[in-house]
C-alpha cells in the first residue's frame, strides 16, 4: 500500500487549468481517468486525510504510485480526451457500465445492392439502419415477422441468396409472399431499395402514412369487388397495427428522446435507459457501475453520457435528452452532444407532462435493476471471497491470492508440444492476459521439462520487464541465471516479442487457430509498455497453479528459484485425486469436496487444460494441412487456390510446364518458375489406398491429393476413443 504523500506533486506543480489527469500503479499501469476544469483543485481532493476519502477513492490512491496530467484549452476538450483514454486504458477505478453491447439491434444494411433485415450486435457499420436496441433478439425477429407481409424485404443471408440465385428458386420466404425474391429477379434492384427505405420509414415511427395508403386501397379493392385483395390488405393493416402495439405511445407529440434514469447507493449505480422514436418507446438498455469515489448524480449522467454517445454520429443522437440531474457544468457536455449529432441537441430534466410520467418509469426500472443486480452479486462475491479464502488457509499464505495463474502442458504422443497460462483475478477468469507457448529447448515428450522452461520463460520476462522499466533499486536486477555471460538480460527468446507467447482475449479469437513460431496474435497499441497499457507478463502473481503433481510442482518451484523469485506460492492440482500438492512437500494437500476453494482451482486447471488442447488442435490441424504450395515465397492464398482450381490437385500442377501454369490468371512467368522449382524438389505424397479393398488409388480413381483446399489428416491406428487417449 502506497503512501499518496510519497508521489505527491510539490505546491504550485500543478497547473489552474482545465486538463485530464491519470494515476497510474507501481507497474505503470493507468488505474483512474479524469477531467477538472481546474486541475490544481481538482487533484488536490485526493491528497486529504486519507479518513475523509470515499473508501474506493482511498483504495485508489493508496494503490496508485503516481500522477500526472495533461492541459487542454476548454472543457470539451477535456472531456473528449477523458473519453479516449478511458476506452484506451480500461482503466480498473473508473466508472465502468456493464452489459453495453449485449444488446440486440434491428439493422437494415442499406449500404448493399439488396437490403437486407437482421439482428445485429456489437459494433456499428456504415450504410446500416439500426432501430433498438431490443431486450430480446425474439423480440425483433417478431416484429419483423409481422411487417414482412406489408415490407417484403430480403431477410436471407448471402450465401442463401447466391445460392437461389443459382439455382433459379426463391427460399420459403418468397413462395409465402414474405419475400420479393430479389435473388431471382422479381424486383429490380431501384425497387427493393425503395422498399427497403419503407420499412426504415415505418421502423422510425412514420406510420400514418402506410396505414392511410393500405386503407385506401382496401375500400378501392373492396368497391371494384376485388375482395380476396381487400382481404389480403386488410391482414396487412392488422399486422402492421399489431407491431404498432409492441411498442405503445408514450408520448403524443411524435418526439424524439433518450430519457436516463440513474438508481444509486453509496457503492453502486444503475443507469437505465428508454429510447424513444416517434412518440414510442422503440428500444431500452440499462447498464450497472461501481462508484470508485463519491461522485454526484450529475457525474453519472456524465459517464452515461459518454458511454452512450461517444461511438455515435448524427440522428444516432437524439434532439432531446432528458435526464435525472445535468452534469456540472452542462455547456461542455451539450456542446460535445451537438458536435455529434451535427445540430443543437437538448439536455434538461423534466418537469411536468407525459415526459415527467415517463421518467418515473424509467426511474422505477433503473431501482428495480439495481436490486437485482445486488442480489445476484452478492451471493457471488461472497462465493468467490470464500473461495479465495479457502486457498489462502490450505496452502498458508500470507493474504487471499487476488491473481492466479495456472499452466498446463499438451501434446500428442510427444509432437506439438505447447503450453498455456491462464489467469484469475479475483476468483474470476482475465482471458485478455492468457498466454500460449511453443516448446523450444528440446525435441519430445517431457513435461516436467516442459514445465520448467514455461515458468522460466515467464519470469524471465516478468524480471526483464522489472528491470527495463527501472522498478529495482541500484544493485538490484535480474538473477545471475536470468543474464547472458555479458550481463545483459536474457534475449534466448524470453524477453523478445517472438518467445511463441501469444496474448489473447478469449476462446473467440483462438480456438482453432495456431501460431507458428515465432508469430504473435496481438492487439497492436493496445500493448505498448511505456503509457499504462497492458504488458506481457509484467504483473507478478500471488499463486502459481500448475496442472500435475509433484514432479510438475518441483520443476516449477526449481525455476523460480533459479530467477532468485521467493515471494510467489506455487501448487499443483493433480487430476486423479483432485490433490493439491505443494513443493518441498511428502504429502498432499486434501480439501473437501464440498471446498469452495477446491472448486475454484479445479476451474483455474480445467481453463488452462482446454486452452492448452485448442493450441495443440490448432497447431497439428495447420500442420496437417500443410502443402508443398505453402513454401513457395509470396504466392499467398488467393493464388494458391486459382492453382489448383486450375489443374485440379497438386500432382497435376507438378507435372505440367512453366508456360501451362502462366495460363492461370495472376501467375507470371518468375511466379511460375519458382512454383515449378518448389515442387520438384518438394517429395510427392504417398499414393491414397482405399482402406476397404486395399487397392492402390490414382488421382483420376477419384482420391484427390491432399491440397490447400481438401486437407486431409492421416489416420492413426485405433478406434477414435483410443486416439482421444494418446493426447493430453
Partial sequence: ?????????????????????????????????????????????????????????????????????????????????????????????????????????????????????????????????????????????????????????????????????????????????????????????????????????????????YLRRLERQMAEAAEEMEYERAARLRDDIGALKKAMEKSAVV???????????????????????????????????????????????????????????????????????????????????????????????????????????????????????????????????????????????????????LRIECYDISHLQGDDVVASMVVFEDGLARKSEYRRFQIKGFEGQDDVRSMHEVITRRFRRYLAEKERTGEWADGEGLADDARHPNGDAAQNGDAAPNDGAAPDDGA????????????????????????????????????????????????????????????IAVCGLAKRLEEVWLPREDDPVVLPRTSEGLYLLQRVRDEAHRFAITYQRAKRAKRFRAGPLDDVPGLGETRKQALIKHFGSVKKLRSATIDQICEVPGIGRKTAETVAVALARATPAAPAVNTATGEIMDDDDGAPETTADAPGEPVSAGTPDERRGQER
Fill in 508 to 567: 473467440a479469437r483462438t480456438d482453432g487457430r495456431g501460431l507458428t513460431d515465432g508469430q504473435e496474435l496481438t492487439d497492436g497499441p493496445a500493448l505498448k509498455d511505456d503509457d499504462g497499457r497492458p504488458k506481457r507478463f509484467a504483473y507478478p502473481p500471488q499463486l502459481v497453479v500448475v496442472d500435475g503433481g509433484q514432479p510438475q510442482v518441483a520443476a516449477a518451484q526449481r525455476a523460480l528459484d533459479e530467477l532468485g523469485i521467493d515471494d
Fill in 251 to 401: 408520448l403524443a407529440d411524435a418526439t424524439d428522446a433518450d430519457l436516463i434514469a440513474v438508481a444509486e447507493d453509496e457503492l453502486e449505480a444503475a443507469v437505465q435507459i428508454f429510447h424513444v422514436r416517434g412518440g414510442r418507446v422503440r428500444g431500452q438498455r440499462g447498464w450497472v457501475t461501481d462508484k470508485v469515489e463519491e461522485i454526484t448524480t450529475g457525474a453519472l449522467v456524465e459517464h452515461a453520457l459518454q458511454q452512450l454517445y461517444g461511438e455515435e454520429k448524427g440522428d444516432a443522437v437524439p434532439k432531446e435528452v432528458l435526464v435525472p440531474a445535468l452534469p456540472d457544468p452542462v455547456e461542455p457536455v451539450q456542446q460535445w452532444l451537438a458536435e455529434r449529432r451535427g445540430s443543437g441537441v437538448s439536455l434538461r430534466i423534466p418537469q411536468r407532462g407525459d415526459k415527467k410520467a415517463l421518467m418515473e418509469t424509467v426511474q422505477r426500472n433503473a431501482q428495480q435493476a439495481l436490486v437485482l443486480h445486488k442480489t445476484k452479486r452478492a451471493s457471488d462475491l461472497t462465493t468467490r471471497s470464500r473461495a479465495l479464502e479457502e486457498i489462502a488457509e490450505a496452502l498458508d499464505l500470507d493474504s487471499a491470492p
Fill in 1 to 209: 500500500m502506497a503512501d499518496p504523500s510519497s508521489y505527491r506533486p510539490r505546491p504550485g506543480e500543478i497547473p489552474d487549468s482545465p486538463g485530464v489527469y491519470r494515476f497510474r500503479d507501481e507497474h505503470r499501469r493507468v488505474i483512474y481517468v479524469g477531467k477538472a476544469k481546474s486541475l490544481r483543485q481538482r487533484l488536490a481532493n485526493y491528497f486529504q486525510d486519507l479518513a475523509h476519502l470515499h473508501p474506493r477513492t482511498r483504495t485508489m490512491v493508496t494503490t496508485a504510485a503516481s500522477v500526472e496530467w495533461t492541459v487542454v484549452s476548454t472543457e470539451v476538450e477535456a472531456l473528449q480526451l477523458e473519453y479516449s483514454w478511458i476506452k484506451e486504458y480500461d482503466p480498473r477505478f473508473n466508472v465502468k457500465y456493464r452489459d453495453d453491447k449485449s444488446y440486440p439491434y434491428l439493422a437494415v444494411t442499406m449500404n448493399e445492392e439488396f437490403p437486407r433485415v437482421q439482428v445485429m450486435r456489437g459494433q456499428k457499420k456504415k450504410g446500416v439502419r439500426y432501430f433498438g436496441p431490443y431486450g430480446h433478439a425474439w423480440a425483433i425477429r417478431d416484429t419483423v415477422d409481422l411487417l414482412l407481409r406489408v415490407f417484403p424485404v430480403r431477410t436471407c443471408s448471402a450465401g442463401v441468396f447466391k445460392n437461389a440465385a443459382r439455382t433459379g428458386r426463391p427460399c420459403l420466404l418468397g413462395y409465402i409472399g414474405k419475400c420479393s425474391a430479389p435473388c431471382v429477379g422479381r424486383i429490380t434492384p431501384d425497387d427493393h431499395w425503395d422498399l427497403a427505405d419503407e420499412f426504415c420509414d415505418f421502423m422510425a415511427g412514420r406510420t400514418g402514412t
